[in-house]
């Protein structure tokens, strides 16, 4: 009698659906070590922040000769590939510096786009040297931008003096223009163009600068 419950449909029924504890954990085990393996897969795949970087960029429209501050900057993540050769990803190495030309807000703060060796180099070659131009003819401070490629020129300061204006270099490139502020507006002061020339040049046109008038041509 026990033996025939023993196989009543019931009871079948019951070891059926009844849940083979050995099987489910080896399913567990199973499925911890996918989950192991995923977690590795995960850890060894690419950061998806590796192909970006920090910048540093312009927080504001800003004019040539700016002295740099924290005020005008800030650093901004972009895309690796899209980033310039000589791009700065520290605000304070750039802070103090001086602004070689008019920039718009977000543009990538380079070596070449503040006053210093690299700019130098660049315009006019690994020996240049720049010069401070302060120009007879204001009005031509206002025409020339930087980029600019011209020839300097010298005059006697006196015009009772024998010697004629002469061509004293050529080929300078112009890397700064100094921007109009109320005190040069209202006379108290000269805007200046600064110039790159190789050394023996730049030094003839300093020494020219102290005593005569000086004036370019532009290309």
Known sequence: MGDSLDY????????????DWSRTVAARRALAGALVVLAAVAAWRDDPRADHAD????????????????????????????????????????????????ARRG????????????????AAGPDARI?????????L?????????????AAPASADAEEGAR??????????VSAKDSRTMAGGGSRVVLVALPAAAAKT??????????????H
């Open 107 to 122: 543009e990538v703060i380079t070596d070449v786009r503040v006053l210093g060796p690299r700019l130098t180099e660049s």
């Open 141 to 153: 401070v206002d025409l020339v931008r930087t980029g600019d490629i011209v020839d300097i020129v």
């Open 205 to 218: 046109v300093a020494g020219a600068a102290l005593v005569q008038t000086i004036t370019v041509t532009l």
């Open 167 to 176: 061509l004293i270099a050529t080929d300078a490139v112009v890397v700064l």
């Open 8 to 19: 009543s449909p019931l009871n079948r029924l019951a070891q059926f659906v009844r849940p």
């Open 131 to 139: 010069v401070a131009l302060p120009l007879a003819d204001a009005a």
């Open 55 to 102: 910048v540093v960029v312009t927080a504001r429209d800003l004019s040539p000769g700016t002295e740099l501050s924290t005020d005008d900057l800030r650093l901004e993540t972009h895309m690796a590939s899209n980033i310039p050769d000589g791009a700065r990803a520290d605000v304070d190495s750039v802070v103090g510096a001086t602004l070689a030309g008019p």
